[in-house]
């Protein structure tokens, strides 16, 4: 196991989520879990989106509600899905906002692998040879889809906002935002995801 004596430093996100959510087993195992110390190694985003299942499960539990095997993950799906529809989104934010989940304090202490990656380098001293994990393009490609995934819900709320108050009419409104990139040299376009997975325009490939 990683040493244990390493205090939770709440000056870093990942710390001050831990210890808020009181999730100190996972602080302890971290190092181990990256390194692969006793165990299959993680990745860094495995490792982001742990404990961010983890302190979701901890507010669903905090709101009375004991979730059923798988449940947690499938809600975390749901909520940060690039697969995901807004409609389907916005239901399950609904739904948890009904059960007495702040959903939008929730997400907003939701951790990256960058955080992860820091907290582990610069608070617990620990470090790898090969640093595959910190890939630039997987790193803005995550930043990316989050942004996108949330003005899908805003606007999706906004939209049945307005609903709500006859302000406009609208059958079943799915919200979906497309990021498109052009390139000015060959007047190829390509959606955000596709110019990234095929590591830039096919005039330069």
Known sequence: MADTAVELNERYKVG?????????????????RWLGKGRE???????????NVELLRAAMKSANIEPLDGEVQNTYRLLTGEEVSSGMRT???????REGIDVDSVEGDFVTHQAIYT???????????????LDPVEKHSDRINRLR???EAVSADSIESLMNNDAIEVGEPEVS???QVYCQECRRQYTLSTLLSQGGCDCRN
């Open 16 to 32: 001050k989520v831990i210890a808020k959510y009181d999730l100190t087993a996972f602080h302890e195992e971290l190092p181990d």
């Open 41 to 51: 190694a993680q990745s860094l985003r495995e490792l982001a989106d742990d404990l």
């Open 177 to 179: 935002v497309t990021i």
């Open 149 to 151: 995934s949330r003005t």
């Open 91 to 97: 239901a399950k934010r609904n739904e948890l906002e």
């Open 119 to 133: 907290y582990l380098t610069e608070v617990l001293d620990v470090s790898k040879e090969e640093q595959d994990d």
